[in-house]
């Protein structure tokens, strides 16, 4: 069957570019024209402009312009459509070999301010909407402005309001995405369309906190890829769009100061950001150069209250009790800065050409101090051995006080250089482009234990107990908080870092044309990518030490912790003063070292046709990637490193085809069927091994890429200004999804109890719906007419089937995919005047699969518990150049909480405290 329809579309892709090839010129007339706001001069994307007579449609692109080649020279009508704006109608002329300029300046709606379109939480909502109502495929797009009306820190935490979308947080800010369901692994990422490699050492995911909100200018998402995209994304591909100099006319500029306060360790942070853009006229040219700038600095103090157990629960004989637990303290301080720098050129009025860069820098201080208790009972002979403890139930425990401190490093750099030629029908776009991102994390303390003090704790354990098995208490002797009774017994140092390096060449043609009397393009490209990616790690130890070992000789004042008794702060400089001799671990510094090499080619072909109120869109996409992965096995007895090498090559043709069907101005239906394949992660792929004993650990060099087939189906209602009402539902059928499996005792690893590596599983699925609405109500009396409301809800149900081997039986079980909440929601209340925008909202996620501590039994699968977060913003516009702000983020305290079998059993629950924010900008354009 997969064949038979590879042939169909191979046979169709073929038919339109013998079409493009044979269709005669029949007439020569152009026109061209750009789309604004009035007197605002603001470039307006998404507005579709109409030929009357023709039946023929162009859609504004991000400068405005639209464009219609292959015109028969006559008279004709063209007619705008903008969500927001009045509708226009004007006759125009076509001459035989001449280009007939149409430039058009849209105003509000007749009855509303003037700002509809301009500024604004309407003017926001509108461009996303018209960017998605005139896209050939499923989109979901979020501009600047609307961005502004949110009170979000990074990037990831303004996608988190959009359909589909949800968040992971770190230390409670937003950090990776999830599309539909999606793990973040699996979604792709651009910055001006130029593909991202990721930071991180182990995975794909970007973490989009890097990047500074105040820098961009759009938002996109895709969720139905075409051909003429990449592929590597099985939920939705995200594209950063920077500012560029022609989004908008003559200067501008934004100037922005802002304050925070955090509530949880009452540490103010500042904040700055500027952006400005100009146009500028060279040789014969017309405002002919766009320069656009801009910079962002913020430096946020922060910290968080934690008590975890990790999942160690005894659920056996139907009773449950707790083998151990930590108490954590965070303070945290994140540096996030970015620097934007796009040039545009148009040396002809039919080539433009660009650059554009972003670089952004995201720096992460923490220091993590912990008490970590292991309960235990001693046999006849005086042996220790692990026990679990009900609650309530007091019983020995050895106890250790932890230090953490490290500071790491990420760095993500894109640069872009290329542009658009038009010749007659012809349409040409080239770019090479170059992208860098990197952690590094610097020699650190990787953990500094502190044991009980046998000279002070003569049995060296201490009788606690626990009470709540959620937000677990605990019940100490006064001892236990005291500095004396601990000294200094191991130190671990560590370092680390990381580059992902990508270059990618790409050349595309467009060709438009006409089938019999409908208007159609033909596109077809291709591209190639090379990607090197490269991990090393460094760990030392010392057990020898200078001075007193006492934790007296390391503590600080009385640790702020909020869930309890706690202890001494300990001074991370005095810990590394102690330290008298280091040794090389080379356990984990040589296992955790890889170079990895994907060099991808790809090649399409596609065509597009407007049949009355249909609009098909079908091709194919190919791509090969060349895989090496450099590594070491490393065996414990013999000490001995081994280089290891794996490299293989893979083939995929992918088809896909869109359909919209407008069934007037204001509703279209659209449907996809599209295909695309992920790569493993890079911990997965890595070939690092190591050996101890009867245990084996490694990666999977040889995993296949997770491969999906995608449908979606929906309509979109666009009523009138700000408003929308939209419904989807998507399939996902997924293949070789990968899991942790242990293989011990199994062929070819029968010498080892324990072989834990990864393995693709059979099949995976996914459903879901996806729900939008907003509205603002216009058709109020004043002052009523301000009020907005927006809200959205996706609902998806997943299922991967994992396996392990018991006693050599393999045993399979199904999971909901991890990272897909059931429930993922957004509610939005919003009301706008001349001098006020406010805006309260609420995100909502349900529980989903964290992770799968055990794959054969379930009842240690790791869940986030629900969590729901409400935020407030306001603005008020002291003139129409300055607004004052104020935010408010996480007003109810949610906290982070993570459990094992039932929400009754803590794995993890943390708590972050509500943040404020005070701020002032200047603006003129």
Sequence with gaps: MKNASLTLFNKTCLALVIAGVAVQAAADGRIEGQIKATDKGIALEGAKVRIKELNREAVSQRDGRFVFADIKPGQYTLETSYIGADNIARAIVVEDLKTTRANFQLQGVSGL????????????????LNKQRSADNIITAVSADAIGQFPDTNVSESL???????????????????????????????INGVGVPGPDADRRAVALDVI????????????????????????GSIDVQSLSAFDRDGFFYQLTAESSFDENTEEYSPKVAATASNQFSIGNGEKNVGIAFGVSSFKRKFGSDNVETGGAWDFEDGEAGLEELEQRDYRITRERSGVTLNLDYKPTDNTDLYWRNLYSEYTDSEIRLANVIEFFEEDDEGERDGTSVAVGEFNSAEVQRELKDRTETQKILSTSLGGQTRLDNWTVDYRVAYSKSSEDEPQNIAGAVFKIDDDVI????????????????????AEFYQSASYKLDEVELSSANTNDESTAVNLDFTRELELGN??????????????????????????????????????????????GQFGNQIDADAVKAAIDTLEDNPEESVIGDYDITEDTSAAYVMGRIDIDNWRLLTGVRYENTDFTADGFSYNSEDEIATAQRFSNSDDYFLPALHIRYSVDDKTQVRAAWTNSV????????????????????????????????????????YPGVASVISAFVFYKDIKNFVYDVDLGKTPGYEAFDKAQ???NGKTAELFGIELAASKQFTQLPAPWDGLLIGGN???????????????????????????????????MVGYESDLISMRLSANYKSNYLLEVLDTLDANKDAYVDDQIQLDFSLRYYVTESIKLHFEALNLTDEVYYSYVNTRNYNAQYERYGATYKLGITFMQF
């Design 160 to 190: 988190q309001r959009l359909p589909g979308l949800s968040i992971e947080r770190d230390q409670g800010e937003g950090r990776y995405v999830r599309v539909r369901g999606m793990s973040p692994d699996y979604n792709a990422v651009t």
């Design 518 to 563: 409908n208007a159609a393009q033909l596109k077809f490209g291709a591209k190639h990518q090379a990607r090197n990616k490269d991990n090393d790690v460094t760990v030392w130890a010392s057990e020898e030490f200078l001075g007193d070992t006492s934790l007296s000789a390391f503590s600080g004042s009385p640790v702020d912790y909020k869930l």
């Design 212 to 235: 500074p909100s105040d820098l961009l200018e759009n938002l996109t998402v895709t969720k139905s890829l075409t051909p003429d995209m990449d592929a590597n994304s099985l939920g």
């Design 793 to 827: 809800a996706t609902f998806v149900d997943s299922t991967a089937e994992i396996g392990g081997y018991d006693e050599g039986e393999f045993i399979a079980r199904d999971i909901p995919m991890p990272s897909q909440s059931d429930t993922s929601a957004n509610l």
């Design 458 to 477: 003569a049995d060296e354990a201490f009788d606690v107990s626990y009470s709540n098995s959620k937000k677990i208490s605990l019940s100490a002797p």
């Design 113 to 128: 301010v003037e700002n509809v379109i301009v500024i604004g939480q309407a003017a926001g909502i509108n461009k996303s």
């Design 678 to 717: 992920v790569r493993p992660g890079f911990a997965q792929l890595s070939p690092g091994t190591l050996i101890e004993g009867d245990e084996k650990e490694f990666g999977n060099p040889d995993l296949k890429s997770l491969e999906s087939s995608n449908l979606d189906l929906g309509i979109e209602h």
């Design 757 to 759: 590596t990864f393995a």
